[in-house]
């Protein structure tokens, strides 16, 4: 079908790459999914390949292509978007390690990887007027503590690097051959300003960098971390010779400006429309983003300082918008933990797998049955607690040794005990989501509205327990691949088929299903399991202090 045009959007999460093929009216045609490898030396170590993952992204095209039986000649844009891991090439663009093993094809710090604790503590300890952007605490998922990392435990690493690429930006460069970053990216992860602040142009703080260590990068004029910038919703460039002949596309199509996965989704969630005939209110609204981790993106036309939260960041996610983005560090990887690890969590998973269903699909079912008899599902947890900080909490408590807890452990070993576990697991999430609202709502916002996506947006139970914990109704868009859809929208918008991200983000999304939450009796319930959970976190830290 050459008689309309396609958008492409590219997701490179955690695990996989992934790709969707969707017309002008946001409609998807064709997916693909293709994992790739990721090594954990360590504890707190995760390493992936730049090659293995551009590999997976261009299976993941054209599968997506052929699934959806769409003429590569009918495909007018490509956009990128990743998680925030760190790429390091060398200045001909071939891989460098970042292993203590000193496999160059291990050239990626994955985003959740934590060995510059320290670094990001020491920054933190600087006070820099950086920090005023991501909460006022400096956090090692972000990329200048990884740099610092690098140059002070692999110096001949270092001095091999040509480039330092987020991992969205590397694959805008693989497209194209042009080594300009995404605004989104360098504001969001490496303390690039975008808007004058105090007096100051926009731009890279050499200050910075020479504070804490990396002012060789300054000396340099920032050409291994992007000496030019491109706003979202741009042109990054045409698409390549080499790489369009790798992904069976025709060269020159616009590829867009790319962005981080969770902004990608925060494009494609934020404008849907729920068609009650009123103007979309973005003060009231903030995309969920739930996968292996969460994010919690919201905008504002004026910048709003959140103790704890990144942000405010300006045009990072729209053009002249300021983004807070709140986040919980491990989520769906939390409820795989507590499954996984559960004496019947392997039962379940085969009694799945020859069901061809999720390990959550049978244990959802086992909830449906256990609670029946009770008020309401959610009164099954009320003597079983858990602080889900196992990986460390980015939002609103910006510290990354946190650690979790579970109250009200039994001896019950029973498919039953594992159901409930899981329950109060995906309440502490819950809770979490809460703790950031209230964060935001005390800093002028006015959020009673989630959209939603990912892959706990298919679990009915995590959906209700959100609905019913936050008080806020939970919107579920037309379109569920809403991370591809956005960085299909700004595929979209670079090739030139909407004049801006805002229209495209307009035009091509929609609504499904609304999740209202219960309030009444189960408001009052959570509000108490909310209570506790707070309390939690309190009793950790009088038990860190008494070890001390």
Not at 182 to 208: F, M, N
Not at 298 to 306: E, G, K, N, T
Request: hydrophobic letters at 45%; charged letters at 20%.
């Amino acid at each position: 079908m050459t008689e309309q045009s396609f958008y492409v959007g590219v997701d490179v999460g955690t695990g996989s790459a992934r790709a969707g093929v969707f017309d002008r009216s946001g409609r998807l045609y064709g997916i693909g999914v293709q994992p790739f490898e990721t090594w954990n030396p360590e504890p707190d170590f995760y390493e992936q390949s730049s090659d293995q993952i551009w590999d997976a992204v261009v299976a993941a095209l054209r599968a997506a292509l052929e699934s959806g039986d769409v003429d590569p000649a009918g495909v007018a844009g490509v956009g990128f978007d990743a998680a925030c891991s760190l790429v390091v090439l060398d200045a001909d663009g071939a891989p460098v390690t970042v292993s203590r093993s000193g496999d160059d094809d291990r050239n990626v710090i994955v985003w959740m990887d934590h060995r510059a604790t320290e670094q990001a503590a020491a920054i933190t300890r600087g006070g820099d007027d950086v920090l005023r952007y991501v909460g006022g605490v400096m956090s090692p998922e972000m990329q200048t503590p990884k740099l610092l990392w690098l140059k002070q435990n692999m110096p001949q690493v270092w001095q091999r690097a040509g480039g330092f690429f987020d991992l969205a930006d590397f694959l805008a460069w693989r497209a194209t051959g042009i080594s300009a970053r995404s605004l989104c990216t360098t504001v969001c992860k490496w303390t690039y300003v975008a808007s004058e602040t105090r007096g100051a142009e926009p731009g890279w703080r050499a200050a910075y960098f020479e504070a804490i260590g990396l002012g060789d990068l300054a000396e340099e004029g920032y050409a291994r971390i992007g000496s030019a910038v491109s706003a979202v919703g741009d042109l990054h460039g045409p698409l390549s010779e080499e790489a369009a002949d790798q992904l069976g596309l025709r060269a020159g199509i616009a590829v867009a400006v790319p962005v981080i996965d969770a902004h990608a989704g925060g494009i494609g969630l934020l404008g849907t429309d729920v068609g009650d005939g009123e103007a979309i209110d973005l003060s009231k609204r903030l995309a969920l983003i739930c996968g292996t981790s969460t994010c919690h993106m919201a905008v504002s036309p004026d910048p709003r300082y959140v103790e704890g939260v990144w942000g405010p960041y300006y045009s990072a996610l729209l053009p002249g918008m300021w983004l807070t983005e709140g986040g919980q560090t491990a989520t769906g990887a939390l409820l795989d933990h507590v499954i996984g690890s559960h004496h019947r969590g392997e039962e379940l998973a085969k009694q799945a797998a020859h069901r061809g269903v999720t390990v959550h699909d049978v244990l959802n079912e086992q909830l449906e049955q256990l609670t029946a008899s009770l008020d309401f599902p959610a009164a099954a947890t009320r003597d079983l607690h858990v602080l889900p900080y196992f990986h460390g909490n980015r939002s609103p408590r910006a510290d990354a040794s946190l650690r979790g807890m579970v109250a009200g452990l039994s001896l019950d070993d029973s498919v039953d005990g594992l159901a409930v576990l899981y329950l109060a697991a995906i309440q502490s999430l819950a809770y979490g989501t809460r703790h950031i609202l209230e964060s935001l709502n005390g800093a002028g916002y006015a959020i009673d509205t989630m959209i939603a996506t990912g892959g706990s947006a298919h679990n009915d139970v995590y959906l209700r327990e959100h609905a019913d914990a936050t008080g806020c109704r939970i919107i579920l868009p037309k379109e569920a691949e809403a991370v591809l859809l956005g960085a299909a929208m700004l595929a979209a918008s670079a090739a030139g088929a909407y004049s801006s991200v805002a229209e495209a983000m307009e035009g091509m999304s929609g609504i499904r299903h609304i999740v209202e939450p219960a309030g009444g009796a189960v408001g009052e319930y959570h509000h108490k399991k909310y209570a506790v959970f707070k309390r939690m976190y309190d009793d950790f830290t009088a038990y860190r202090a008494l070890m001390a």
